[in-house]
């Protein structure tokens, strides 16, 4: 199976920060995958797909970057409404569809 | 407006059984394939399984694969996952998905809001 590494698992910012979280799979996934946005008691919210794809609706500070092992998702300008935890995952191929473990983006 | 509506889930004894449902509309269904993800308490998410558009290709996770099945009713917009010889490493919050694209190796684009199952003697 793959495994999804995300780094850091938590993150602390100030709004207007600009801010970086990388996903690591442990065998190429060539563009297959996708960012998640998860605030506490909510459902999981698609930002990204197909690794830089913006989900419709997704404000464009949001994006994303890689292909093969090495993924990243940048928030440009850190608004209020981003602090939560995001997730990446990877849907090559072969199930299972496995995620990264979460990065927790929190208040400075 | 996509909406997914999950039910079924509840406290379960180790070993039983518990059959989820999801109820879909706003979407063709019959046009995407689905998924159930779960998320134990304060935990991550994990995919569980998936269903192409027409149920000729299904996968599971490995944790619960030969114990939970995935189904789909497309003339009635609905998703299922039958769950046998429940354990307590089952207990989460499971989350029905709409896919991305027919075929369910895809990403999830919609969720809907969970059931609990929580399996406990």
């Known amino acids: 199976a793959i495994r999804m590494t995300q780094s850091p698992s938590s993150l602390s910012a100030s709004t207007g920060d600009r801010v970086t979280i990388t996903c690591r799979a442990s065998q190429g996934i060539s563009s297959y995958l996708a960012w998640y946005q998860q605030k506490p008691g909510k459902a999981p919210k698609l930002l990204i797909y197909a690794a830089s794809t913006l989900q419709s609706g997704v404000p464009s500070r949001f994006s994303g970057s890689g292909s093969g092992t090495d993924f990243t998702l940048t928030i440009s300008c850190l608004q209020s409404e981003d602090f939560a935890t995001y997730y990446c995952?990877?849907?090559?191929?072969?199930?299972?569809?496995?995620f990264g473990q979460g990065t927790k983006l929190e208040i400075k | 407006e996509v909406q997914l509506v999950e039910s079924g889930g509840g406290l379960v004894q180790p070993g039983r059984s518990l059959r989820l449902s999801c109820a879909a509309s706003?979407?063709?269904?019959?046009?995407?394939?689905m998924h159930w993800v779960r998320q134990a308490p304060g935990k991550g998410l994990e995919w569980v399984s998936g269903?192409?558009?027409?149920?000729?290709?299904?996968g599971y996770a490995d944790s619960v694969k030969g114990r939970f099945t995935i189904s789909r009713d497309n003339a009635k917009n609905s998703l299922y996952l039958q769950m046998n010889s429940l354990r307590a490493e089952d207990t989460a919050l499971y989350y029905c998905?709409?896919?991305?694209?027919?075929?369910?190796?895809?990403?999830?684009?919609?969720w809907g809001q969970g059931t609990l199952v929580t399996v406990s003697s």
């Open positions: 995952q990877q849907y090559y191929s072969y199930p299972p569809y496995s």
């Open positions: 998905a709409k896919g991305g694209s027919w075929n369910y190796s895809t990403f999830c684009d919609y």
């Open positions: 706003g979407f063709t269904f019959d046009d995407y394939a």
């Open positions: 269903i192409s558009w027409n149920s000729g290709s299904t």
